[in-house]
């Protein structure tokens, strides 16, 4: 949330030189507050492990937040019963009239595939199109940032020599920029891929937030915050990389053990959650900088914020 202080106090320049965000009173009178609206484009097999650790992590702010679940209609879900998607998602037509502070694009198990070959990949291409216009503030997480950067800027992926999975140290590259506010200079982020994104092609108004040297680049954000690109799994549970070991052994895929995760690399032992912090941490940060902060009141008005500039302090009147 942002500090609200007395109107010309001193300190209101060196907070903001430090990019922290200060509201004056006169500003916070004028504020209208609503709740905020998130989609979240559910695209792992396990449907309910994925809504509870979003929910989770949505949850750790003060803010009022509604929330609505997409599956694509055109994949046969084969982990979840057809029920609960009936009863608890939505179908993209039931909400393209609809307009959303913010969206999540989760990630999914298909990246040793073509984008085109994955069978909802249509669908999800219309939902990202249709983004562009009916959502502020989009957060794409691993398989789902490599398909938001192919559709949008149709920047590809490549093999990567081994699948990468694990949890990595990673740097943080700017540290004034307010979705890393309050990171420490180093963090750990959970990894499960085999597939990176070229990012020699990326477009010139993007920045680089962290990475990580051995998982490579890991955050990126659009200058303006409309974009963010996450390609670990900060929001993965203690035991979300033990399961999937577990999968991929019983399907006979003999994967290595995940780095720096089980005690002593012994899969029978209790694996550390060392990143717990960070992902509250960074889902706040969203919520707080990239949406409420930004998003209009009339969230009709999105279309015509599509290009504008991020301003960490702007006087503008606020989304809320």
Not at 8 to 26: G, K, Q, T
Not at 80 to 104: P, T
Not at 144 to 155: K, T
Not at 288 to 302: G, K
Request: aromatic share 12%; hydrophobic share 40%; net charge negative.
């Amino acid at each position: 949330m942002p500090v609200k202080v007395v109107k010309n106090l001193p300190a209101i320049e060196e907070l903001r030189r430090d990019n922290i965000f200060v509201m004056d009173s006169e500003r916070a009178m004028t504020q209208q507050i609503r709740p905020l609206s998130i989609v979240v484009v559910n695209l792992m097999p396990r449907k309910l492990v994925t809504e509870t650790q979003i929910l989770r992590l949505l949850s750790n702010t003060p803010l009022q937040i509604t929330v609505d679940f997409i599956y694509m209609t055109t994949h046969e879900a084969h982990n979840v019963a057809q029920n609960h998607l009936d009863s608890f998602y939505k179908a993209f037509l039931e909400v393209k009239d609809r307009f959303y502070d913010g969206m999540i694009v989760t990630g999914a198990p298909v990246e040793n595939m073509a984008f085109e070959a994955v069978d909802y990949w249509q669908e999800l291409e219309e939902i990202l199109d249709w983004s562009k216009t009916h959502v502020f503030s989009t957060l794409h997480i691993c398989w789902g940032a490599q398909a938001g950067l192919y559709s949008r800027y149709g920047i590809g992926k490549v093999d990567l020599p081994k699948k990468l999975v694990g949890v990595y140290r990673h740097q943080v590259i700017a540290d004034k920029h307010p979705l890393m506010r309050g990171f420490d200079d180093v963090f750990d982020c959970p990894h499960s891929r085999y597939t990176a994104s070229d990012l020699t092609r990326l477009p010139a108004d993007f920045e680089l937030l962290a990475r990580s040297e051995i998982a490579g680049e890991a955050i990126l954000a659009k200058k303006n915050l409309r974009e963010i690109y996450v390609f670990g799994h900060l929001e993965y549970d203690r035991e979300t990389l033990a399961w999937e070991y577990a999968r991929d052994k019983k399907a006979g895929l003999a994967p290595d053990v995940p780095e720096d995760y089980f005690p002593q690399d012994d899969d029978k032992e209790r694996p550390a959650m060392t990143w717990a912090s960070s992902s509250h941490l960074f889902f706040a940060n969203w919520l707080n900088y990239a949406v409420y902060q930004e998003t209009p009141f009339d969230a009709a008005r999105l279309a015509q914020h599509a290009d504008e500039e991020y301003d960490f302090n702007s006087e503008e009147e606020s989304g809320q």
